[in-house]
Protein backbone atom coordinates (compact mmCIF):
# COMPACT_ATOMS: atom_id res chain seq x y z
CA UNK A 1 0.00 0.00 0.00
CA UNK A 2 1.48 3.37 -0.51
CA UNK A 3 2.32 5.48 2.14
CA UNK A 4 2.67 9.49 1.79
CA UNK A 5 5.30 11.47 4.47
CA UNK A 6 5.60 14.77 4.89
CA UNK A 7 8.45 16.56 6.69
CA UNK A 8 8.56 18.39 8.78
CA UNK A 9 5.63 18.32 10.02
CA UNK A 10 5.59 22.49 11.26
CA UNK A 11 7.52 25.35 9.58
CA UNK A 12 8.09 28.73 10.62
CA UNK A 13 9.68 31.49 8.53
CA UNK A 14 9.67 34.81 8.60
CA UNK A 15 8.09 36.93 5.93
CA UNK A 16 9.86 37.31 2.72
CA UNK A 17 11.80 34.00 2.64
CA UNK A 18 11.94 31.28 0.29
CA UNK A 19 11.08 27.86 1.38
CA UNK A 20 10.65 24.25 0.55
CA UNK A 21 8.06 21.30 1.66
CA UNK A 22 9.22 18.01 1.14
CA UNK A 23 6.73 14.82 0.09
CA UNK A 24 7.73 11.35 -0.17
CA UNK A 25 6.34 8.72 -0.94
CA UNK A 26 6.93 4.82 -1.34
CA UNK A 27 5.92 3.10 -4.79
CA UNK A 28 7.11 4.98 -7.47
CA UNK A 29 3.85 3.57 -10.21
CA UNK A 30 2.00 6.81 -9.73
CA UNK A 31 -0.16 8.70 -12.54
CA UNK A 32 -0.15 12.06 -10.75
CA UNK A 33 0.81 13.68 -7.75
CA UNK A 34 -1.32 16.73 -5.97
CA UNK A 35 -0.49 19.85 -4.09
CA UNK A 36 -2.94 21.21 -1.47
CA UNK A 37 -3.57 23.78 1.11
CA UNK A 38 -6.28 23.51 3.72
CA UNK A 39 -6.66 26.84 5.65
CA UNK A 40 -7.89 25.70 9.46
CA UNK A 41 -11.72 24.31 9.62
CA UNK A 42 -11.51 24.71 5.77
CA UNK A 43 -11.63 22.15 2.85
CA UNK A 44 -8.73 21.62 1.00
CA UNK A 45 -7.49 23.57 -2.17
CA UNK A 46 -5.75 22.14 -4.90
CA UNK A 47 -2.98 24.22 -5.75
CA UNK A 48 -0.81 22.04 -8.37
CA UNK A 49 -0.99 18.95 -9.80
CA UNK A 50 2.20 17.21 -11.76
CA UNK A 51 1.44 14.16 -14.28
CA UNK A 52 3.72 11.45 -13.21
CA UNK A 53 5.58 12.10 -16.89
CA UNK A 54 6.36 15.73 -15.70
CA UNK A 55 8.82 17.14 -14.11
CA UNK A 56 7.55 20.42 -12.53
CA UNK A 57 4.31 22.64 -12.55
CA UNK A 58 4.64 26.18 -11.80
CA UNK A 59 1.75 28.75 -10.63
CA UNK A 60 2.53 31.97 -9.47
CA UNK A 61 4.77 32.32 -6.61
CA UNK A 62 4.30 28.41 -6.44
CA UNK A 63 6.82 25.61 -7.80
CA UNK A 64 6.35 21.48 -7.45
CA UNK A 65 9.23 19.40 -8.78
CA UNK A 66 8.51 15.37 -8.91
CA UNK A 67 11.05 12.99 -8.94
CA UNK A 68 9.21 9.87 -9.07
CA UNK A 69 12.03 7.10 -9.13
CA UNK A 70 12.83 8.50 -6.01
CA UNK A 71 9.54 8.87 -4.86
CA UNK A 72 9.88 13.00 -4.06
CA UNK A 73 8.32 15.99 -4.52
CA UNK A 74 9.11 19.44 -3.26
CA UNK A 75 6.80 22.46 -3.12
CA UNK A 76 8.78 25.47 -3.53
CA UNK A 77 7.50 28.75 -2.10
CA UNK A 78 8.85 31.96 -3.30
CA UNK A 79 8.61 35.26 -1.27
CA UNK A 80 6.52 33.81 1.05
CA UNK A 81 3.57 36.27 2.65
CA UNK A 82 1.65 35.55 6.01
CA UNK A 83 -1.87 34.54 3.48
CA UNK A 84 0.47 31.71 3.10
CA UNK A 85 0.22 30.25 6.52
CA UNK A 86 -2.06 26.82 6.08
CA UNK A 87 -1.05 23.04 6.43
CA UNK A 88 -0.14 22.22 2.69
CA UNK A 89 -0.80 18.31 2.01
CA UNK A 90 0.33 16.22 -1.08
CA UNK A 91 -1.28 13.00 -2.51
CA UNK A 92 -0.82 10.57 -4.77
CA UNK A 93 -2.54 9.06 -7.21
CA UNK A 94 -0.96 4.84 -7.70
CA UNK A 95 -1.09 3.04 -10.93
CA UNK A 96 -2.38 0.02 -9.03
CA UNK A 97 -5.15 1.69 -7.01
CA UNK A 98 -7.92 2.88 -9.38
CA UNK A 99 -9.23 6.55 -8.37
CA UNK A 100 -8.09 6.58 -4.93
CA UNK A 101 -5.33 9.28 -3.82
CA UNK A 102 -3.32 8.75 -0.76
CA UNK A 103 -2.37 11.62 1.30
CA UNK A 104 0.26 12.59 3.88
CA UNK A 105 -0.04 14.20 7.00
CA UNK A 106 0.67 17.85 5.84
CA UNK A 107 2.93 20.39 6.77
CA UNK A 108 1.70 23.37 8.76
CA UNK A 109 3.11 26.38 7.96
CA UNK A 110 3.39 29.38 9.48
CA UNK A 111 4.56 32.86 8.11
CA UNK A 112 5.79 34.90 10.44
CA UNK A 113 5.34 39.38 9.40
CA UNK B 1 -18.71 29.00 -11.36
CA UNK B 2 -18.31 25.24 -11.34
CA UNK B 3 -17.82 23.68 -7.78
CA UNK B 4 -18.55 20.90 -4.85
CA UNK B 5 -21.34 21.90 -2.39
CA UNK B 6 -21.55 20.58 0.91
CA UNK B 7 -24.42 21.26 3.43
CA UNK B 8 -24.51 21.67 6.09
CA UNK B 9 -21.11 23.05 6.65
CA UNK B 10 -21.92 22.50 10.78
CA UNK B 11 -23.70 19.31 11.99
CA UNK B 12 -24.73 18.67 15.50
CA UNK B 13 -26.27 15.63 16.35
CA UNK B 14 -26.91 13.38 19.47
CA UNK B 15 -25.03 10.61 20.28
CA UNK B 16 -27.10 7.14 18.69
CA UNK B 17 -29.49 9.62 16.54
CA UNK B 18 -28.86 8.97 12.62
CA UNK B 19 -27.49 12.12 10.58
CA UNK B 20 -27.13 12.57 6.84
CA UNK B 21 -24.52 14.58 4.59
CA UNK B 22 -24.56 15.89 1.50
CA UNK B 23 -22.60 16.75 -1.38
CA UNK B 24 -23.50 18.34 -4.58
CA UNK B 25 -21.03 18.97 -7.74
CA UNK B 26 -21.52 21.03 -10.66
CA UNK B 27 -18.63 19.42 -12.64
CA UNK B 28 -20.52 16.86 -13.93
CA UNK B 29 -17.14 14.42 -12.71
CA UNK B 30 -17.65 10.99 -12.76
CA UNK B 31 -16.12 10.32 -9.00
CA UNK B 32 -17.13 11.27 -5.73
CA UNK B 33 -15.21 10.87 -2.33
CA UNK B 34 -15.82 11.10 0.99
CA UNK B 35 -13.16 11.56 3.16
CA UNK B 36 -13.12 11.73 6.93
CA UNK B 37 -10.74 14.15 8.49
CA UNK B 38 -9.57 14.30 12.48
CA UNK B 39 -7.35 16.98 14.20
CA UNK B 40 -4.23 17.73 12.59
CA UNK B 41 -4.47 14.22 10.27
CA UNK B 42 -4.39 13.50 6.93
CA UNK B 43 -7.93 12.90 5.05
CA UNK B 44 -8.94 9.34 5.15
CA UNK B 45 -10.83 7.93 2.63
CA UNK B 46 -13.87 6.04 3.27
CA UNK B 47 -15.80 4.91 0.14
CA UNK B 48 -16.20 6.31 -3.36
CA UNK B 49 -18.56 6.02 -6.53
CA UNK B 50 -17.02 6.12 -10.11
CA UNK B 51 -20.50 6.72 -11.67
CA UNK B 52 -22.79 4.12 -9.67
CA UNK B 53 -19.97 1.76 -8.73
CA UNK B 54 -19.45 1.57 -4.92
CA UNK B 55 -15.69 1.28 -3.88
CA UNK B 56 -15.88 0.68 -0.03
CA UNK B 57 -12.45 0.92 2.26
CA UNK B 58 -11.46 -2.41 3.80
CA UNK B 59 -11.58 -0.50 7.03
CA UNK B 60 -14.80 1.65 6.85
CA UNK B 61 -17.16 0.72 9.69
CA UNK B 62 -20.62 -0.07 8.93
CA UNK B 63 -22.16 2.46 10.60
CA UNK B 64 -21.13 4.92 7.30
CA UNK B 65 -22.90 4.37 4.03
CA UNK B 66 -23.53 5.86 1.23
CA UNK B 67 -25.97 7.09 -1.62
CA UNK B 68 -25.69 8.52 -5.05
CA UNK B 69 -28.76 8.58 -6.42
CA UNK B 70 -27.39 10.69 -9.78
CA UNK B 71 -24.36 12.15 -11.11
CA UNK B 72 -24.68 15.32 -9.11
CA UNK B 73 -25.32 14.63 -5.64
CA UNK B 74 -23.74 12.00 -2.71
CA UNK B 75 -24.76 11.19 0.52
CA UNK B 76 -23.19 9.80 3.91
CA UNK B 77 -25.28 8.22 6.24
CA UNK B 78 -24.12 8.00 9.73
CA UNK B 79 -26.33 5.29 11.38
CA UNK B 80 -25.57 5.77 14.91
CA UNK B 81 -23.03 8.26 15.25
CA UNK B 82 -20.44 7.80 18.50
CA UNK B 83 -18.21 10.28 20.28
CA UNK B 84 -15.72 9.24 17.74
CA UNK B 85 -17.36 10.09 14.95
CA UNK B 86 -17.21 13.94 15.43
CA UNK B 87 -14.89 14.88 12.82
CA UNK B 88 -14.68 17.49 9.60
CA UNK B 89 -16.28 15.31 6.46
CA UNK B 90 -14.77 15.94 3.30
CA UNK B 91 -16.29 15.69 -0.09
CA UNK B 92 -14.57 15.51 -3.25
CA UNK B 93 -14.69 15.17 -7.39
CA UNK B 94 -12.85 13.99 -9.95
CA UNK B 95 -13.14 12.89 -13.71
CA UNK B 96 -12.11 9.32 -13.11
CA UNK B 97 -10.49 7.19 -15.90
CA UNK B 98 -7.77 8.66 -17.04
CA UNK B 99 -4.50 9.97 -16.01
CA UNK B 100 -5.30 13.36 -15.53
CA UNK B 101 -7.31 13.20 -12.39
CA UNK B 102 -7.39 16.42 -10.56
CA UNK B 103 -9.11 16.51 -6.96
CA UNK B 104 -11.63 19.02 -5.99
CA UNK B 105 -12.71 19.30 -2.60
CA UNK B 106 -15.87 21.39 -1.22
CA UNK B 107 -15.86 22.83 2.06
CA UNK B 108 -16.48 19.96 4.39
CA UNK B 109 -19.05 19.41 6.99
CA UNK B 110 -17.82 19.90 10.72
CA UNK B 111 -19.69 17.05 12.95
CA UNK B 112 -20.36 17.49 16.36
CA UNK B 113 -21.61 14.52 18.48
CA UNK B 114 -23.20 15.33 21.96
Known amino acids: KQEVTQIPAALSVPEGENLVLNCSFT??????LQWFRQDPGKGLTSLLLIQSSQREQTSGRLNASLDKSSGRSTLYIAASQPGDSATYLCAVRGVDTGNQFYFGTGTSLTVIP | DAMVIQNPRYQVTQFGKPVTLSCSQTLNHNVMYWYQQKSSQAPKLLFHYYDKDFNNEADTPDNFQSRRPNTSFCFLDIRSPGLGDAAMYLC?????????????FGPGTRLTVL
Open chain 1, 27 to 32: DSAIYN
Open chain 2, 92 to 104: ATSRGGSSYNEQF
